[in-house]
């Protein structure tokens, strides 16, 4: 299985909204409305911020969204703070019942 | 609250075999699905597999000749292990509960 497709970094500052990108296919992404994205901060371990496609864990800020179109999901996050710069990760169900990453983005608030 | 914490042995040498163990403390093993993921240096996270909520287990195709995943529900915890290690299995190994909970992380460094 193919990772799936992010950006390797991408930039906003602080107050403006971003939009992370995740490409994949109609064996995963495009064929289940079971995306995940997660924050990582280097020498933690990965939080969950969206599941399925567009839902926040109790917690979660609403200024992380997410959203499907396709064979793409998005991550958008409004508002950005110095906080929310991390690496951020999708992950997607694929039709052989297995899970797939993205390659990961990271995020660089200015 | 739910924690996970995690432990296993953290060098190990060429073919030898990875094992490391998540135990669930505060909540059930019942009603998430249980997964290892890894991260080796400088990389990106990798999904290794799972127990799904039935029982059933699921590993990534590229691991899968070499990955054993189990559960332990009379101590609450559940095991990787990752037979024929090599240089390339060198990572930062997590466990988590749903996606929500996640162990601390094992360093795990294969060197001869």
């Known amino acids: 299985q193919s990772a799936l497709t992010q950006p390797a970094s991408v930039s906003g500052s602080p107050g403006q909204s971003i939009i992370i990108s995740c490409t994949g296919t109609l064996s995963d992404v495009g064929g289940y409305n079971y995306v995940s994205w997660y924050q990582h901060h280097p020498g933690t371990a990965p939080k969950l911020m969206i599941y399925?496609?567009?839902t926040r864990p109790s917690g979660v800020s609403n200024r992380f969204s997410g959203s499907k179109s396709g064979n793409t999901a998005s991550l958008t996050i409004s508002g950005l703070q110095a906080e929310d710069e991390a690496d951020y990760y999708c992950?997607?169900?694929?039709?052989?019942?297995?899970?797939?990453f993205g390659g990961g983005t990271k995020l660089t608030v200015l | 609250q739910v924690q996970l914490q995690q432990w296993g042995a953290g060098l190990l040498k060429p073919s030898e075999t990875l094992s490391l163990t998540c135990g669930v403390y505060?909540?059930?093993?019942?009603?998430?699905?249980l997964s290892w993921i890894r991260q080796p240096p400088g990389k990106g996270l990798e999904w290794i597999g799972e127990i799904t909520q039935s029982g059933s287990t699921n590993y990534n195709p590229s691991l899968k000749s070499r990955v054993i995943i189990s559960a332990d529900r009379s101590k609450n915890q559940f095991s990787l292990r990752l037979s024929s290690v090599g240089a390339a299995d060198t990572a930062v190994y997590y466990c988590?509960?749903?996606?929500?909970?996640w162990g601390q992380g094992t360093l795990v460094t294969v060197s001869s």
């Open positions: 399925d496609v567009s």
């Open positions: 505060g909540g059930s093993l019942s009603g998430y699905s």
């Open positions: 992950i997607s169900y694929t039709t052989i019942s297995t899970w797939v």
């Open positions: 988590s509960r749903g996606g929500l909970w």
